[in-house]
């Protein structure tokens, strides 16, 4: 079995304190949080400073949604996993973002548990 390598972890989303609480509630060894953004815009400047390798991402954020930044960030790197994390209700938006490149859907709320399950989800694809 080779070694996990560390993986950077971006955090997406406008609410300050799902931010915080992703931040201190993910309990995966390698994941590594290199950084927070507040909407798309601000994700997709981030993501040129840290070049994450997995993103968690809102869908519903001012100056740019989730949807568009999940497609412009597959569009810079096609191997990037994102966990979308939103709490909408319709799965509509949900398989929408995942058609446009999103690898797995999380519903808020969400227990800490929850939510390392979906990221483990994730990474055991990649």
């Known amino acids: 079995m080779h070694a996990a390598r560390t993986l950077k972890l971006m955090i997406v989303d406008d609410s300050n304190i799902i931010r915080r609480r992703i931040e201190r509630s993910q309990q995966i060894e390698r994941l590594q949080v290199v950084g927070s953004a507040a909407n798309g815009r601000e994700a997709l400047e981030l993501f040129a400073q840290t070049d994450p390798d997995v993103v968690t991402m809102d869908l519903t954020m001012p100056e740019m ?17 994102i966990l979308v994390i939103s709490a909408l209700a319709d799965k509509a938006t949900a ?32």
């Not at 999940?70 to 810079?76: F, K, P």
């Not at 973002?97 to 690898?103: D, E, L, Q, T, Y």
């Not at 999380?106 to 989800?121: D, G, I, Q, V, W």
């Open 65 to 81: 949604d989730g949807i568009d930044c999940v497609e412009q960030l597959v569009a810079l790197k096609p191997a990037l996993l």
């Open 95 to 126: 398989v929408e973002a995942i058609s446009r490149g999103a690898n797995g859907f999380l519903c808020k709320p969400f227990t800490e548990r929850e939510l390392n399950e979906a990221l483990s989800e994730l990474l055991k694809d990649g």
